[in-house]
């Protein structure tokens, strides 16, 4: 029985490994990137359109992600801090630069569009910021009876 064996010295082989190198480096090059801007106020009751406690810009975000995954980008290069608790609706922040809301006070992180100054009606597991978007985190708090509580996952 005869065994074919490919050489990777072969021309034809060496031919294959350029062709998908160069098809890897232009799917890596057609990839689009944003820029979003991230702000947070740790004060209950001031005003969201700032001044803000911090303020940060979080480059090279590949095109159609979602807060989260912008968030734990900006976390993982050290300029922005959070966690979330999982829920049945998705993520919900509860720690945003080290200030945890405190749910026994009703506290929770409201999160904004900057431009709008409307609160984002969807969790950041789905919410997709567009090109230079501003999205200010401001810790609020929930009273009973109110309508004022909104899932911000």
């Known amino acids: 029985m005869s065994d074919k064996r490919v050489s990777v010295s072969s021309p034809d082989s060496w031919t294959i490994v350029e062709m998908r190198r160069k098809a890897a480096l232009a799917a890596a090059s057609s990839v ?3 820029s979003v801007k991230l702000s947070v106020q740790k004060t209950i009751g001031v005003n969201i359109s700032g001044p803000y406690d911090s303020t ?3 480059n090279h975000v590949v ?3 979602t807060l989260l995954k912008i968030m734990r980008q900006a976390q993982c290069d050290g300029l922005f801090q959070f ?3 999982c829920t049945s609706i998705g993520a919900f922040v509860i720690t945003v630069d080290h200030v945890t809301a405190n749910k026994d006070l009703h506290q929770y992180w409201e999160l904004f569009d900057a431009n709008t100054m409307q609160h984002l ?3 950041v597991n789905q919410y997709v910021p567009c090109d230079g978007q501003h999205i ?3 810790i609020s708090v929930w009273k009973k009876g109110s309508n004022k509580f909104c899932v911000v996952s």
């Open 63 to 65: 095109k159609e992600s």
């Open 56 to 58: 940060i810009q979080v």
């Open 136 to 138: 200010i985190f401001q």
């Open 83 to 85: 966690e979330t608790t």
């Open 121 to 123: 009606r969807v969790g």
């Open 32 to 34: 689009d990137y944003i």
